[in-house]
DNA sequence: GTCTATATCTCGATAGAC
DNA sequence: GTCTATCGAGATATAGAC
């Protein structure tokens, strides 16, 4: 399903450019560390991405297709909107946590002003015809109309479970050190991680049933 | 009551570098930027705070002093466990739109990996007797016992809080294109953000009422 | 304590041969 | 397309006069 955009070199470079901005961030990666890690000359480098700007930009394009395209797949299957929204949060928690630098870069990126990622969005809702926030907007407003959640603010709400979900995982050194989590532990943080954000949305958001639960 | 810990000119620099970091992150800071704004020359700046390293130090304790201060003030007040949580997400928030950089500042350096805010927290502990998160800890596993919240996962609970709390902010600039918030919305939008989140959190972590509501 | 001048170094980018 | 060598900007940090 997933379209080839770039090269195998072009690629390979991507992904070792990924990882050093992870490391470092924008500014504080290197050229020369990509080049390295990439297995080719930093004037090589030059020749295929032009820039650091352009490199950088190139890579979070490349970060946001896969994610996008991750959770366009289950979003239009039928079901209930908790559901969905459930289900959301269990795809977008097992792609960061097996991506676990991305939501750092991300993150960075915004505390940086976010003007490359909004343009790379910009860029990606052309293409793909698909702005996800703009889709949960729409599930979360029909779930109010049906009586199957809550009346809440529907921005807010949203907002509040992308930020639940990811918070963890942007400060996860500081986290883990805070909660004393082990190297051992953590597949079952994670999986409890989960647990506990579908279990406070559900209670969070669904209509009071009268006199029963 | 606060301790005055740094001289007058020394604060005022922390409070430009402060400014720096947060405009420019740690690695795109300028030691000549920070002179400038602080109205001293750069080796004055070398003088008072060595290198850059420990600059960047000395505004993350500068902060985390201010931030912890400020926490620790009403969480001793006799109040509910909902109420304390209620209040600390008024106060949380109040203190970083009101201090709008802070947030990117800090998930900037999470983000890096944490090793600079790991050591001032350890330090800031022992200083100050105090550690916000594990007094959260005391107040949620209170609650749960009196009967006041559901029997809720207490770490994962107190994550979601903090980060249903902090994350619009940390994006703010990409939150608001993407949803379209306005400059003059802006002061309602961080006014609603408030309200839904104890909203949510009522909702979410109160023990249900039998028969009614 | 203050300031100018400068040493030293690192990095992004490119020229130019192959 | 690939690679070496190098340029030149711009950064941290400091020496040394006052």
Redesign the interface.
Known sequence: MRRKIYSDKKEKILIEAIKVFID?????ARMQKIADKAKINKAMLHYYFTDKDTLYEKSLEYIFTNLFLRVKDFIDEEETALGKINKFVDIYIDFISENIGIA??I??E??????V??KV?RNLTRQENIFI?LRFIDIIDRAKKDGEI?N??T???L??I???????F??????D???KIKPEEQESFIR??K???I???N???RM?AR?N?
């Open positions: 470092k961030g924008k500014y504080g750092r870069f993150a960075r915004m505390a940086d002003g976010g003007q990622v909004k969005m926030p809550r809440v603010d921005v807010h709400t907002i509040s992308i930020g639940m979900s990811v918070f963890y942007i400060g996860k050194p500081v986290m050190a805070i909660w409890a991680r647990e506990c954000i279990d406070f949305i209670h969070g958001l009071q006199g639960n």
